[in-house]
Structures are given as C-alpha cells and as structure tokens.
C-alpha cells in the first residue's frame, strides 16, 4: 500500500486561520502510487483526493456564508478526499454526524487526522465506498445531506453517482455538488436529472493564489476558477 506522508498547510475559512494535512510530495506519491498499479494509471484509480481542490474549498464558503441545508442530522460526504469539507460541515452543524467517504482507503489517515485537528473527531467517520456498488445498509435512506466537490472524473462516477446519492438520501433530502464545469459536466446534469429536481445552479469563483491551492493549478495562468454549484432534491422515491 502507498505510503503517504502528510504536511498541514494554512487557510483561511470563515474568517479564521486554520489548518489541512495534504500529501507533502504530490510528484513523489504519485510516483509511488503508479509503481503500486503497474503504470496502469486511469481516472478511476488516480487518486488526487490527496490534494485540496479549488471545489471544495468553493463548497466550504459556500456553506459557512448561506448554509443552504438547516440543521441536518447525517451528513454523507462522497470522495472526500482529505476530508477538509466533511471537517467544516462538522463544525457547522455540530448536532450532525458526518460519513466522509472514498474509494481510497488510505485517505482514512488523512481524514481523520484533519478530524481531530478540527476538533470534530467525534462525529466524523471515514468509510471507504465504491459508487458501482450498493451503499453500506445502515446508510441507505439516512441522509439529510449528501455533498460531493469535483467528483465527474471519470465516465462512471457519471453513471453510478445520482443513483448512489439517490439510495443514501431520504426523501426530504438535499444533495450539493462543486464542479469547476469540465467535458462531463453537462452529461452529469443529464443523469441527475432523472431521479433530482434541480432547486439552484449558482457559479462561484474561486481565487487559486489561495493558501492551499497547488502550485500546478496556480501554474495554468488562471487566476480563479469558476465553479458551479448544484442544489438538488430528490424526485419521487418510485423512481429512485
């Protein structure tokens, strides 16, 4: 398994100074992570979820600004990443259990030292989950929320994600997803569509000279990044 070795960087969020473990060397893990696959690198399996990524941070204001969900209980990231969104909804909503969950079992690390660092270790679970698959059970039909950032890499996160999403939420509630708007993006607002009622599409912008934003995304030339929010509610249970 790849060893990953981590590093806290500073931010600011809600007006506060905080911090975020993240990969220390990104080019080194990934390296190490090719060499553990056989080279056999793909959308699927490369897991930059290691990173902090202009989307979740875009969620994360978003959140602490509007609080667009009132006082969920269960709260489900998917692809959590490092876990620094399932932190912040922890802080906010701090009646709330929150299930970071990812493909890639060696982020539990990460998320759970990103816990207790924000102080939510209590109320923030880190599961592993594969969206082709059906949800854990005890989850199924449980979530008030249900949040993604930037998680259509790859052609079956389109595929398998509304649904997945779908069997995780009740019917009262709301799923919220970030996305800087890459080829697929459209074709994923298609797929939801079927089983969510789209309730907000707002563009937000998100300045990458930001603490925490990788050196490669500044590196585009790009001073900001717009990303897209969607605001979703669950149609009829029947067609889920």
């Given at each position: 398994?790849?060893?990953?070795q981590?590093k806290a960087i500073a931010?600011?969020?809600?007006?506060?100074?905080e911090?975020?473990?993240v990969?220390d060397?990104?080019?080194?893990f990934?390296?190490?992570?090719?060499?553990e696959?056989?080279?056999n690198l793909?959308?699927?399996r490369?897991?930059?979820g290691?990173?902090l990524?202009?989307?979740s941070?875009?969620?994360?204001d978003l959140?602490?600004?509007?609080?667009?969900?009132?006082s969920?209980k269960t709260?489900i990231?998917?692809?959590?990443g490092v876990?620094?969104?399932?932190c912040?909804?922890?802080r906010?909503y701090p009646?709330?259990?929150?299930?970071a969950?990812?493909?890639?079992?060696n982020l539990?690390?990460?998320?759970?030292?990103?816990?207790?660092?924000w102080?939510?270790?209590?109320?923030?679970?880190f599961?592993?989950i594969d969206w082709r698959?059906?949800p854990p059970?005890?989850l199924?039909?449980?979530?008030?929320?249900v949040?993604?950032a930037d998680v259509?890499?790859?052609?079956s996160?389109?595929?398998?994600?509304?649904?997945?999403?779908?069997?995780?939420?009740?019917?009262?509630?709301r799923l919220v997803?970030?996305d800087?708007?890459?080829f697929?993006?459209?074709?994923?607002?298609?797929e939801?569509?079927?089983?969510?009622?789209l309730l907000d599409h707002?563009?937000?912008?998100?300045a990458?000279?930001?603490?925490?934003?990788?050196?490669?995304?500044?590196g585009t030339?790009?001073?900001?990044q717009?990303?897209?929010?969607?605001?979703?509610r669950p149609k009829a249970?029947a067609?889920?």
């Amino acid at each position: 398994m790849t060893v990953l070795q981590d590093k806290a960087i500073a931010l600011q969020w809600n007006g506060q100074p905080e911090k975020v473990f993240v990969v220390d060397n990104f080019d080194g893990f990934l390296d190490q992570f090719a060499h553990e696959v056989g080279g056999n690198l793909s959308d699927e399996r490369c897991p930059f979820g290691v990173l902090l990524w202009p989307s979740s941070r875009t969620l994360a204001d978003l959140f602490a600004r509007e609080k667009p969900v009132r006082s969920p209980k269960t709260i489900i990231e998917l692809g959590c990443g490092v876990g620094f969104l399932s932190c912040v909804l922890a802080r906010l909503y701090p009646d709330a259990k929150v299930y970071a969950c990812d493909y890639e079992e060696n982020l539990e690390s990460f998320v759970m030292k990103n816990a207790e660092m924000w102080g939510v270790s209590d109320r923030v679970e880190f599961r592993p989950i594969d969206w082709r698959e059906s949800p854990p059970r005890e989850l199924i039909r449980t979530a008030d929320l249900v949040v993604g950032a930037d998680v259509f890499y790859d052609d079956s996160h389109i595929k398998h994600l509304p649904t997945f999403a779908r069997q995780l939420l009740k019917d009262t509630g709301r799923l919220v997803l970030g996305d800087p708007k890459r080829f697929r993006f459209s074709q994923a607002i298609d797929e939801l569509s079927s089983l969510f009622e789209l309730l907000d599409h707002s563009e937000e912008k998100c300045a990458l000279d930001q603490e925490g934003i990788e050196e490669f995304m500044i590196g585009t030339g790009y001073k900001e990044q717009k990303i897209s929010v969607l605001n979703l509610r669950p149609k009829a249970l029947a067609k889920a």
